[in-house]
DNA sequence: TTTAGTACTTGACATTGCAAGGTACTAAAT
DNA sequence: ATTTAGTACCTTGCAATGTCAAGTACTAAA
């Protein structure tokens, strides 16, 4: 999939399944991934930035498989953000397929 | 509007409209702004990056109103590329709207 | 002759995805 | 006991690309 795509609905996704359930990044980007291609590289730098901007809390829980996991779990102002960027994608859709028509596509 | 999202879509927007005609970059700028707010300083460049890769070809008309215009128009392979951004646009919407729908987002 | 609109170009900067490498913990295999 | 593999996190350096700002130059109207 062309890289600029994806750019613009990973923060995105990203909010809305930690807005389902608090995760940790290892499972993030394997529940990302089912969507857009990405890799640890990409979902850590973008948690720790979401993190800053007080989008998310975090915390950490032992695990019995490996090192222990920080949980993101989503603040009022990440819901908000969240709600927000879900609204500018559907106008972003709806700008953008109205152009494709009328432009006459095939 | 999301930065993010307007980059994904901004080559797609071009190949689309220069498909449909020829146009010069002044012109575009103003038509391509109709669906994501862009400037000069982005359309430009991306008009000679996408020149560069063989995608658009060139030419010059003079003007009453300005300086010559310089013209853009789709090769073959332009619109070959033009067609798997559709596509890649139209599994994007799919793959996103899936998930969210999924998460159960209001 | 100055101003405004048209038209193109470019340099410096900021953002951000990714590859690659590093650390460290647990459990299973050798 | 040691190695390997899976889990889990983090960071550095690089590349791509959108934006701001400034510059050049042409035409036409004030």
């Given at each position: 999939?062309?890289?600029?795509?994806?750019?613009?609905?990973?923060?995105?996704?990203?909010?809305?399944?930690?807005?389902?359930?608090?995760?940790?990044?290892?499972?993030?980007?394997?529940?990302?991934?089912?969507?857009?291609?990405?890799?640890?590289?990409?979902?850590?730098?973008?948690?720790?930035?979401?993190?800053?901007?007080?989008?998310?809390?975090?915390?950490?829980?032992?695990?019995?498989?490996?090192?222990?996991?920080?949980?993101?779990?989503?603040?009022?102002?990440?819901?908000?953000?969240?709600?927000?960027l879900?609204e500018e994608w559907?106008?972003?859709?709806?700008?953008?397929?109205?152009?494709?028509?009328?432009?006459?596509?095939?």
């Amino acid at each position: 999939m062309n890289v600029q795509f994806k750019k613009g609905v990973l923060e995105l996704i990203v909010l809305v399944a930690v807005n389902k359930k608090d995760m940790y990044g290892y499972e993030l980007v394997a529940e990302v991934s089912r969507v857009v291609d990405v890799n640890e590289g990409t979902i850590y730098p973008l948690l720790k930035r979401l993190t800053n901007e007080h989008y998310f809390e975090t915390y950490l829980r032992e695990s019995t498989e490996g090192p222990p996991r920080k949980y993101y779990h989503l603040t009022a102002a990440g819901k908000l953000y969240m709600i927000q960027l879900e609204e500018e994608w559907n106008n972003l859709q709806i700008g953008v397929n109205s152009f494709l028509k009328e432009q006459g596509y095939e």
